[in-house]
């Protein structure tokens, strides 16, 4: 006789499996949003800005509509369901494609600020992909669907670039224009696909359930699992951005800059094969631990030298680490909410990250020009250091509760 609840179990990841494969596409074409972003915000902005300081604006009001978008997005999921998010998300990204090519063939700087700033909110709406990949799934399955879909990643690494590169001149004397008409194309094929997610509106107990905000973001699992995520996800951003600057500034070439930054991007979603199953051999935590341990090997071999190797393997080590410990965060994250709080609580988590992401945007510049790269390889150990020994004391918690629960007197003697 067939276990009622393994079956159930089975057509649950059945439909996970289904609703991962259109996630992952969707965040490959989701991906060549920001790619295209962050290939021409800061060139675009250095031609169109008032003032060249204000060359990397655009690339600041991405990733504020990063933050701002995360909370929203888990309202809209809350009350509407996540497909209902997904379809704005994605009509965000074409509306970032057509104003961007209208802000660069009307020379408006402002206009072109708004348009990164929609794609932000895009791609707060993607953030939450990974998570919705694991709605409904078996505690098993879920690492790997959180996973796979970050995964990806690796091909909006490839596809970002190349679309910037096959359609950056099409439009002379328009530099980039036309690169973001296509990128609203790309938006409405990713809505398409989004469109057959499987993510039915939440029951209305769903609506007015669960425990408060506040109790369970202070549970040390959530702490920790956010805390994480604040920093690997920052300090990735903040060595990531820093870097093409820093070759330029050390004499090396923009090629060589182009070639790091590829492989870094292929470095963080590559992993997103196996770390899923990583994670549920060993255990969030110590993914988590490994990740953060890696993302400071980075800094440290960025303070060993500044010839082209260095810089190299400092990406590509940063994006290992960051894919470990930002999957394997987000793994805890879904280990401390109960389903019907799993909006609310996955929207906050993300708008920590990347609240903290922004304010670190707008200073990462200035620590780079005012203190150089080594400044920027050393900010990164203090929080990689206080991400784990938080990380080690909510295990150590976790072990504690599980030993005094395992001890507890049999009622039934």
Not at 215 to 223: G, L, V
Request: aromatic letters at 10%.
């Amino acid at each position: 006789m067939i276990d009622v609840t393994a079956a159930e179990e089975i057509a649950d990841d059945a439909r996970a499996r289904s609703n991962v494969a259109r996630l992952a596409a969707a965040q490959a074409l989701t991906g060549a949003n920001s790619a295209v972003i962050f290939a021409t915000g800061s060139i675009v902005g250095a031609t169109l800005a008032p003032d060249i300081s204000l060359a990397t604006v655009p690339l600041s009001m991405y990733v504020v509509g990063l933050a701002a978008g995360t909370l929203p997005t888990g309202a809209i999921s809350r009350a509407y369901g996540r497909r209902t998010a997904f379809i704005i998300g994605t009509g965000c990204g074409m509306l970032t494609g057509l104003l961007g090519a209208f802000a660069i063939l009307r020379g408006s700087f402002a206009l072109f600020c708004l348009a990164t700033f929609l794609g932000g909110l895009y791609g707060a709406v993607s953030q939450s992909y990974r998570f919705a990949a694991a709605d409904g799934a078996s505690a098993a399955f879920r690492p790997k669907a959180v996973s796979w879909v970050m995964a990806g990643g690796v091909f909006a690494g490839v596809l970002g670039p190349q679309l910037v590169q096959w359609t950056m001149d099409i439009w002379p004397p328009y530099l980039f224009a036309f690169s973001f008409m296509v990128q609203a194309a790309v938006a409405l094929v990713a809505m398409a696909i989004l469109a057959g997610v499987d993510a039915p509106k939440p029951a209305p107990s769903d609506l007015h359930g669960g425990r408060p905000l506040l109790e369970i973001a202070r549970q040390p699992r959530f702490i920790a699992a956010a805390l994480c995520g604040i920093v690997s996800y920052p300090m990735m951003n903040l060595v990531m951005t820093s870097a093409p600057l820093a070759m330029q500034m050390c004499g090396l070439s923009v090629s060589d800059s182009n070639f790091g930054i590829q492989w870094h991007i292929v470095a963080m979603y590559g992993p997103s094969f196996f770390t899923g199953s990583l994670i549920a051999r060993f255990g969030a935590p110590k993914i988590v631990a490994l990740g953060l341990i890696l993302e400071g090997a980075g800094s440290a071999i960025g303070l060993s030298g500044i010839t082209t190797m260095h810089f190299w393997a400092t990406l590509i080590v940063l994006g290992v680490g960051w894919n470990l410990s930002f999957v394997g965060a987000s793994a805890l994250v879904l280990e401390t909410h109960r389903p019907q709080e799993r909006n609310k609580v996955q929207a906050f988590n993300d708008f920590l990250v990347f609240g903290m992401m922004a304010v670190g945007s707008f200073a990462s510049g200035q620590l780079l020009a005012n203190y150089g790269w080594s400044a920027v390889n050393m900010v990164v150990f203090p929080p990689v250091l206080l991400g784990l020994a938080v990380l080690a004391f909510a295990s150590f918690v976790r072990r504690r509760r599980s030993r005094t629960v395992a001890e507890l007197p049999d009622p039934g003697i």
